[in-house]
């Protein structure tokens, strides 16, 4: 089964620095791989997705995720953190049988210091 | 949360009572997802739904029940035989032809048992 993994539960970044928010998949053949946020009492904001190609991915909101196949790993990125980015950020990977299903991880709590 | 509505937002239930909440789509997608998510646990899919009258079980289905007699309707039925059943539930919805396609969700309903 696909799987992800987040190790941090929380990220804490100071405002204007870079932030990076890990996650490290566990596939059977080509990921297809998504990030996720959500403010509290909401429902999941779509930020982007990795399907093929460039390993640099762009999405909303100027993060931008980096996927490694090497290394099984897809972290979110933004070169300068603001205080509204802190949220929870969920990574998932597609399951492979085409009913797209979705696998999340736990979800990493970011903390944008002031 | 545009094209997906949930409701209530809030709910309480006494133990053993069944209660059902609403998910309805506009996005004109095929296919719909119930999700639990618990804190620190991330999402866990319930049931999912890639076409009217047809639906699966996820990965936590026991004590949950749901319809697809309409395309733009997934309602979920929390029964007296879930165990544990306050948590925050969320609906998504997607298209399944042609590209991988993101889930998009609703604003999420937070079920109380008191």
């Known amino acids: 089964a696909q799987s992800v993994a987040q190790p941090e539960d929380q990220v804490n970044v100071a405002e204007g620095n870079p932030l990076t928010v890990k996650c490290t998949y566990s596939?059977?053949?080509?990921?297809?791989l998504f990030w996720y946020v959500q403010y509290p009492n909401r429902g999941l904001q779509f930020l982007l997705k990795?399907?093929?190609?460039?390993?640099l991915v762009k999405g909303s909101y100027g993060f931008e995720a980096e996927f490694n196949k090497s290394q099984t790993s897809f972290h979110l990125k933004k070169p300068s953190a603001l205080v509204s980015d802190s949220a929870l950020y969920f990574c998932?990977?597609?399951?492979?049988?085409?009913?797209?299903?979705?696998?999340f991880g736990k979800g990493n709590q970011v903390v944008v210091i002031p | 949360d545009g094209g997906i509505t949930q409701s209530p937002k809030y709910l309480f239930r006494k133990e053993g009572q069944n209660v059902t909440l609403s998910c309805e789509q506009n996005?004109?997608?095929?296919?719909m997802y119930w999700y639990r998510q618990d804190p620190g646990q991330g999402l866990r899919l319930i049931y999912y739904?890639?076409?009217?009258?047809?639906?699966q079980k996820g990965d936590i289905a026991e004590g949950y029940s749901v319809s697809r007699e309409k395309k733009e309707s997934f309602p979920l039925t929390v029964t007296s035989a879930q165990k544990n059943p306050t948590a925050f539930y969320l609906c998504?919805?997607?298209?399944?032809?042609?590209?991988?396609?993101?889930?998009?969700f609703g604003p999420g309903t937070r079920l109380t048992v008191l």
């Open positions: 990795y399907i093929t190609g460039d390993n």
């Open positions: 998504a919805s997607s298209k399944l032809a042609g590209a991988v396609n993101e889930q998009f």
């Open positions: 996005l004109n997608h095929d296919a």
């Open positions: 739904s890639q076409i009217v009258n047809d639906f």
């Open positions: 998932a990977v597609r399951d492979m049988d085409g009913n797209n299903r979705l696998a």
């Open positions: 596939v059977s053949g080509n990921p297809y």
